[in-house]
């Protein structure tokens, strides 16, 4: 990997490298996935909805990233770390919905050493109306394996160039609790605890083990944010999901089922030293009666990357923005 003023300088003549065949072939394959997503998600039912971008709250469960907070006429705004809340009410007007959300989420510097780690990215985030996290992972590796698919059949000729022989998933795909996950890795020498969200190293290492796409699911309560539901049969345990790449490309996607009464999510929100007052139109919402639903989002660029089969995340995106790094 390039150092970090190596990489400042390429990534500062953009202009530059944004002109090279292999950056367009990236490119027009992106474009292929965007479009294959897209059509595909209609095709069961889905509206497109355009994403916020700012708002007076947003995700806080983005796994040691900062929020940018800003002043919008005299009150605290943060640009979206992830549209988690809009989409819980967009489901109170569209039972499936859609939207390609743009996220800002600053993350520490050392996440650059990952090669998956973005300060702005993309996520096609959505979201269901009365589903169980089973029907959202449905819908998750349906829509994967076509948008692959039609890489594959439309883009044939990128993928050579990129020197990317991409295989074609095969659903259903394997699923996992977080505890056997967990267990796995100790089992493999990692120092893991059965009430945390697991590594990147260590995810890592898992994707390199299995052989095509897999979910881990069940997380525990204290590794995610407060609109993942609780099992109220398993005290502790989420109804949530994640999907992995193979090949050792780590998270694909990640969402669940949603807690959407009042009492439990601000019960969840104090435990985690959340101010209520921040969150009054989410609370407002579910005081009312909200619908409940599941969903996911999926990152694009983190998808481009596995289809390309590129090392950096910023070899997956036109204006890559890297933690720790001012380029254009
Ligand atoms: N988009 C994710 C979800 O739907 C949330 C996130 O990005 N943290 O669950």
Redesign the pocket.
Known sequence: MLDKAELTTQLQARYKDIKKPEVKAVMRIQDEILSALRDHLRGVGFIEILAPIIGPAT?P??RGASQVSFDYYGTTYKIMS?M?LY?QMAVNSFDRIFALSPNIRLEPDITRETGRHLSEFR?L?LEIANATYFDAMAIGEQMVTKAIKRVKINCADDLEALGRELKSPKPEFKKITHHDAVELLTEKGFKLNQGEEIPWEAESTLSKSFGDFFWIIDYPRTAR?FYDREDEARPGILCDFDLFYPEGYGEAI???EREYKYEKVARRMLSTGEVLEAYRWYLDMLKEGTTPSA???IGVERLTRYVCGKEYIWDSVPFPKVPGIVSP
């Open positions: 995700d469960g983005i992830s988690i989409k996520q985030d944010g990640s969402g669940g969903g996911f989002g």
